[in-house]
Nanobody, 115 residues
Framework: EVTLAESGGGLVQPGGSLNLSCAAS????????MWWVRQAPGKVLEWVAS????????WYRDSVRGRFIVSRDNAKNIMYLQLNSLKLEDTAIYYC????????RGQGTQVTVSS
């Protein structure tokens, strides 16, 4: 059974940072490209970042490029998302998934950016 478990969210002021983690199990993590997606209140799910299985291809949506950093540790079956210079509009539930549509995603971790 594919299991994805996100953690690391929280409440942070604008300009602050958070580090999210995604623990994966039930599949060959090191062979799969992975995505971070998010859903803000009242908005549709959107992809945030993706990282190829060997970390050699990384993509970010324009609004987070230069502020977020995605990485993974295939030996530990964990993917990370470092969120820097957070903005109010980054407030959302963040999920990890094995595709950009977010299907099969975990329960998510709430990130709230507020002053």
């Amino acid at each position: 059974e594919v299991t994805l478990a996100e953690s690391g969210g929280g409440l942070v002021q604008p300009g602050g940072s958070l580090n999210l983690s995604c623990a994966a199990s039930g599949f060959t993590f090191g062979a799969k490209d992975m995505w971070w997606v998010r859903q803000a209140p009242g908005k549709v799910l959107e992809w945030v970042a993706s990282i190829s299985s060997m970390s050699n291809v990384i993509w970010y949506r324009d609004s987070v490029r230069g502020r977020f950093i995605v990485s993974r540790d295939n030996a530990k079956n964990i993917m990370y998302l470092q969120l820097n210079s957070l903005k109010l509009e980054d407030t959302a539930i963040y999920y990890c998934a094995t595709n950009k549509y977010g299907s099969g995603r975990g329960q998510g971790t709430q990130v709230t950016v507020s002053s």
